[in-house]
């Protein structure tokens, strides 16, 4: 493989080589539960709080969560690899199997995850086919027990001991 082939699909293998957690990002639409994955969740600033993820361009799903009020990060744990590509599929029920908390804010978590964080859009940032999506921090619960799924090289994975 040359140095200089920058395909998308050389560029995607080699962006696997590092190893990410994975979050659902999910709210309440006119009472049905939305939401979606992502594994290039980041930490960005303790103050303000803000965190960010990046999601696809041609995304059916971000543009009915982009402008609503508030959104739940749930942090997936180690028993959630099928929940993972559920809640990116393309079509179907993306919540199948799992058991959800909404709050009156319409935030949606989901059990069984190591940290939820209940936030809201602060910035939007194009960046190619992806946006940048930078949100501020509102609330936190961390469920201290439950260890993350780390996604690596197309395949999800968990820490050893």
Known sequence: MSATDLSPTTLREAFGHFPTGVIA???????????????????????????????QNTSETWPKLRDLPALGISVLGESHDKAART????????????????????AVFIEGTSVWLESSVEQLVPAGDHTIVIL??????????????????????????
């Open 25 to 55: 990002i999910a709210a309440e639409v006119n009472g049905t539960r939305v939401g979606l994955a992502a594994s290039t969740f980041v930490p960005v600033s303790l103050d303000p709080p803000l965190v960010s993820f990046c999601v």
């Open 87 to 106: 809640l990116a599929a393309k079509t179907g029920d993306r919540f199948a199997g799992l058991q959800t908390v909404s709050r009156e804010s319409g």
């Open 136 to 161: 501020r921090v509102l609330d936190i619960t961390i469920h201290e027990d439950i260890a993350p799924i780390v996604f690596h090289r197309s395949t999800f994975r968990r820490l050893g001991a």
